[in-house]
């Protein structure tokens, strides 16, 4: 049975993971006859937000706490992943990815990438093993992998910032798919552009037939 390992960064869309994505996303791989692997970095958020008012709470939470929520309980420390032991490697999208699993939100282009976040990437680029990203997440893979080919939708704003980094954005609408196949990338734009659960589910099940058919 084949492997994906699943990166979380938190529980709900404003500070977290985007709990629509990695919940289809895995419920994807199952009916497709794979496992799934839940991991999470062990830092602290970037901020905590009111998901009602939308405003800052001021507390301060855990990414990897915070993951555990989806994946209950069962989810590891992202420094413990190994690229060996799994055939490809997902991110769900939220604003997580781009708070805590890198800092896009504030530096843009200039933006860096959370170390285990990077060395997973890396490792498994250099495994030629097939990586996907759904919503905003692609601007991991495209600050990571020069050269490489993504879609966040049509956004021009990340757009222009992912040609900055020395990828290539490609525009889609939301159930469409971008696939690069000589790094072995899938992307997506999910909630980017979709507003229905229903396409959330057909990006994210498209994204997951394709990095099977690439193992």
Known sequence: MKKIAIVLSGCGVFDGSEIHEATLSM???DQQNAQYTLFAPDIDQANVINHITKQPSGETRNVLVESAR???GNIHNLTDFEAS???ALLFPGGSGAVKNLSDYAIRGAEMSV???VEKAIKSMHAAHKPIGALCIAPVLLAKIIGGSEVTIGNDAETAAHIEQMGAHHKTNEATDI???????LVTTPCYMLGTRIGEIYTGA???V???LKMM
């Open 85 to 87: 032991a799994f055939d």
């Open 205 to 207: 099940s498209k994204v």
């Open 178 to 184: 971008t696939i690069d196949e000589k790094n072995k």
């Open 27 to 29: 419920l994807a791989i």
């Open 209 to 211: 037939e394709a990095l």
């Open 114 to 116: 959370n170390s285990a």
């Open 70 to 72: 989806i994946a209950r």
